[in-house]
């Protein structure tokens, strides 16, 4: 009677999971759709992007300049803007520093006419927004009308550099036009690509302009006066993973409000964390070809995940406090990079220390095998290719480099989270996050091992021997290559 029960009740189970997983994925489609209409910045969550627009007139010359912060850096600044830390910026404080700001920009700018370097300064006090960005906060747009007063005839040569914002990454364009002056062998175009950092040009955002200095000549007089300046707010084509960036961090917002909205939202992020996972990454290339060559078990994949997990949500929290703490005076972008360095130069030493471990074992199976090439059997052979130890080193090693980076999308829902007072909620959300990215990382780790196991039993030993050595030289290539593409 119990085992019927058992089975009537094991079959409602199994008839109502169908019913779940559609209850989950509409209501996640939900919050995913709600969550979209504010988007990421679209030259990434760390740029501080930089304008220049130069007008030549008899008297000087002007400086349209604006920039243009994403989500993290205006994160940063806002907390700058709020001097006494109410929360809210209010007329006095947002005028104080648009007045400091646009100073300090105007003294990191370097204008020199004919022979004579010309001081640059503010020429009114300037306009500030914070459009609405990814996961509820906001980016900044900051524009500086400047002027360097000099008496400018024909024939001068003019150069112009921007030295504001040095090492922080993003756009920087700089244009140069005359009002009723020629402007003569400019290295600089004349018109905004980016009309004035409103419309960034899908094709050059992989590429983004780096142009911080201008050099001309002011020709002769003529009848054109400079074109007003407009703005041109054009729709930008979004990848997938922006598509999903953005859905991960309006999850901060849309979702948590009830315990059913909780818990969606937690599986939605776990969901995102795994599809993160599965997009263009070294964590998976790693967990596999680190695996072909040892003896791990399921057991040590499953902690390796796990501590995947842990580390990626750590991660986030110790980038976000430094943010939270530190303010403008921390460059996340730079800790980021150094990270990624950090985390390339681990992986390159674990497979230098897997090749030399891994040719040293070969070379002592390979004695073994012809010290009693007739006293084994076939099954004994394969039997001694796995005594490869997993090791305690390489298992740590694809822990640290699985989580030690953080996403950029996780570090905005915490950052969101923290700015609406929902701190909980943003940390078990980086936490879904991760889970959903470590999940990815143990389901390749099981089919590596179930895929070494067919190797061991069907390839050749040749091949089956040097496939662990050709793994371990791969992760030391992919870890070279990681640290240099970052330099």
Request: proline content about 5%; some cysteine; aromatic content about 6%.
């Amino acid at each position: 009677m119990a085992s019927l029960w058992r089975s009537q009740a094991s079959a409602r189970a199994h008839r109502s999971l169908p019913r779940l997983a559609i209850v989950v994925g509409l209501a996640s489609i939900v919050l995913l759709g709600g969550s979209v209409a504010a988007q990421a910045h679209p030259l990434g969550n760390f740029t501080i992007n930089l304008y220049d627009g130069l007008t030549v007139r008899d008297d000087g010359i002007d400086v349209d300049y604006v920039v243009d912060m994403a989500e993290i850096p205006a994160f940063e600044e806002r907390q700058t803007i709020d001097a006494n830390g109410d929360g809210t910026l209010d007329p006095a404080e947002t005028t104080a520093y648009l007045t400091d700001t646009c100073a300090h920009l105007a003294n990191g700018l370097t204008l020199t006419v004919g022979n004579t370097v010309v001081p640059v300064r503010p020429a009114t006090t300037g306009a500030i927004a914070f459009p609405p960005g990814a996961g509820g906060l906001s980016t900044m747009r900051l524009e500086c009308p400047m002027h360097g007063h000099a008496s400018v005839s024909e024939g001068q040569p003019v150069s112009y550099r921007d030295g504001n914002f040095a090492g922080r990454i993003g756009w920087h364009e700089v244009t140069v036009v005359g009002d009723r002056l020629a402007v003569l062998d400019s290295d600089v175009p004349a018109a905004s690509v980016s009309a004035r950092l409103t419309a960034y040009p899908g094709d050059l955002l992989q590429s983004p302009l780096d142009q911080r200095t201008a050099s001309f000549r002011v020709g002769g007089a003529t009848d054109v006066a400079a074109a007003p300046v407009t703005d041109a707010a054009a729709p930008i084509t979004r990848s997938f993973g922006d598509r999903l960036t953005n859905a991960f961090t309006g999850l901060v917002t849309t979702g948590g409000s009830t315990p059913l909205l909780w818990m969606l939202a937690l599986v939605t992020a776990f969901a995102i964390g795994g599809i993160h996972a599965l997009g263009p990454g070294h964590g998976k290339t790693l967990m596999a070809a680190y695996l072909v060559g040892s003896d791990a078990r399921p057991r040590q994949v499953v902690a390796v995940g796990a501590a995947v997990s842990v580390m990626h949500t750590a991660s986030v929290v110790v980038l976000g406090l430094a943010v939270l703490l530190a303010g403008r005076a921390f460059t996340p972008e730079v800790a980021y990079r150094w990270t990624t360095v950090a985390s390339g130069a681990v992986v390159a030493g674990l497979g230098l220390y897997l090749l030399a471990t891994r040719i040293r074992h070969a070379r002592s199976t390979r004695s073994h095998d012809l010290a009693h090439a007739h006293g084994h059997d076939h099954e004994h052979e394969h039997g001694h290719t796995h005594e490869r130890p997993a090791g305690r080193f390489g298992l740590a090693t694809l822990a640290v480099s699985g989580g030690i980076l953080p996403s950029p999308s996780a570090l905005i829902a915490l950052l969101a989270a923290v700015a609406i007072g929902r701190v909980v909620f943003g940390l078990a959300l980086v936490l879904a996050f991760g889970l959903g990215l470590a999940t990815i990382l143990v389901a390749v780790g099981f089919g590596t091992i179930k895929a070494r196991s067919t190797m061991d039993r069907r390839l050749s030993r040749r091949v089956a021997t040097w496939a662990p050595i050709a793994s371990a030289a791969g992760i030391a290539m992919l870890g070279t290559v990681l640290v240099m593409r970052t330099l």
